[in-house]
């Protein structure tokens, strides 16, 4: 199956992240909230407390204390990470991310991961949930890589996507620059194109771009990198090496709206001009300007978008005004170590459950999902 989402660039595994400061707040973490477990009503308690009179100051309790209990039904892919990375990496910190099975009955809302339960009914939080609890639909794929699982249409209060229209969208987004940036400069170019490419298993929708790349590379040159072809990246390659490139193929493996993902962000972020296939340009004008980018649907044929490439190869100044953009904008780099594939979207749901309290209810989620 595709290992495609909007935040993971799949290509080996992670060598520890959980530091001994985490390990150490985790523990202390883990004896608070058993006793928070062992008596829910406290939680009520503890919390009117630490609104004024609470003597002993406990600095873990104030930082838990009041915020909504997320719970992490299960790790997707089981890739785990560090739970303080919300905070660390995207200073993400308005709820309890946890993923003790113990807090089930007073968590405020529960992400259940959508894959995991493609086999097993079983895996999902048991019924009936608390009446406060909202369970979040957590689900990074595109619907050419989505298996339904049938009965499950209407068990959701809130859905989880790369989607724009989601309850909870989830998305690396360009920042705006406070202040015009005049110091960007474009990285050392030694090569014209390059695509790096981990899945190639026809079942995942790649075959559109696999028949624009064979027609493509009959005009410019193109080099390749990445599992699919046998030249292995490594984490610390992975940005450098789109930075060496002029272009980079942004390629999304099955096109969809809003579909757009770190294949487009690698060279955004990296100093490199995305050549992107995917849903239509005014889509991806949602999320970058135009002139940041290259379109395949630009050009009547390969052959002309390879003739263009050749041409900016040559005119400095007009490969230049790729990198306009950038004055007002600035894109940031996404995580790449394949155990961090779900950090932004789990950190995202905890912004969100922080942030809206109200009752809602999701329902028919394949409707929406794939029409
Ligand atoms: C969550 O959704 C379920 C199923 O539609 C519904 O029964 C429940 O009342 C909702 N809860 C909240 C807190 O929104």
Redesign the pocket.
């Known amino acids: 199956m595709s290992r495609t989402s909007l935040t993971g660039f799949p290509v080996g595994r992670l060598t520890g992240t959980v530091g001994i400061a985490g390990l150490v707040s985790l523990t202390l973490l883990y004896f608070w909230t058993s006793l928070l477990t062992n008596c829910p009503s406290q939680r009520r308690q503890f919390k009117q407390l630490s609104d004024g009179q609470h003597e002993e100051k406990n600095p873990l309790a104030e930082e838990t204390l009041g915020k909504p209990v997320l719970l992490l039904w299960v790790w997707p892919e089981n890739y785990r990470f560090d739970l303080s990375d919300c905070k660390t990496i995207y200073n993400i910190d308005g709820c309890h991310l946890t993923d003790d099975r113990a807090l089930y009955s007073s968590s405020d809302a529960v992400l259940v991961f959508h894959k995991a339960i493609r086999w097993y009914w079983y895996n999902l939080p048991p019924s009936p949930r608390p009446s406060?609890?909202?369970?979040i639909w957590l689900h990074v794929e595109s619907p050419t890589n989505t298996w339904k699982i049938p009965g499950i249409e209407?068990?959701f209060?809130l859905t989880l996507s790369y989607r724009e229209d989601a309850d909870i969208p989830v998305r690396l987004r360009l920042t705006i620059n406070k202040t015009p940036n005049e110091d960007f400069k474009i990285p050392k170019k030694d090569k014209l194109v390059c695509w790096i490419v981990s899945n190639n298993a026809p079942s995942t929708g790649v075959g559109r771009r696999n028949a624009y790349y064979n027609e493509l590379k009959k005009h410019v040159n193109i080099h390749l990198f990445g599992k699919a072809y046998g030249t292995f990246l490594d984490y610390k390659s992975y940005y450098p090496t789109i930075a060496s490139c002029k272009f980079y193929l942004s390629f999304e493996n099955s096109i969809h709206k809003d579909y757009i993902t770190e294949k487009f962000n690698g060279p955004l972020s990296a100093g490199t001009v995305p050549v992107v296939l995917g849903p239509p340009r005014k889509n991806y004008e949602r999320f970058a300007p135009g002139d940041a980018f290259i379109h395949v649907d630009d050009f009547p044929d390969a052959k002309s978008l390879a003739e263009y490439l050749m041409q900016l190869d040559r005119d400095e100044d007009a490969y230049r005004r790729y990198f306009n953009w950038r004055r007002h904008f600035s894109a940031r780099p996404h995580l790449i170590v394949q155990n961090q594939e779900f950090v932004l979207a789990i950190c995202t749901a905890c912004d969100h459950v922080a942030r809206h309290k109200e009752?809602?209810?999701a329902h028919d989620i394949y409707e929406w999902f794939f029409n």
């Open positions: 406060f609890q909202k369970w209407n068990l209060n009752y809602q209810e």
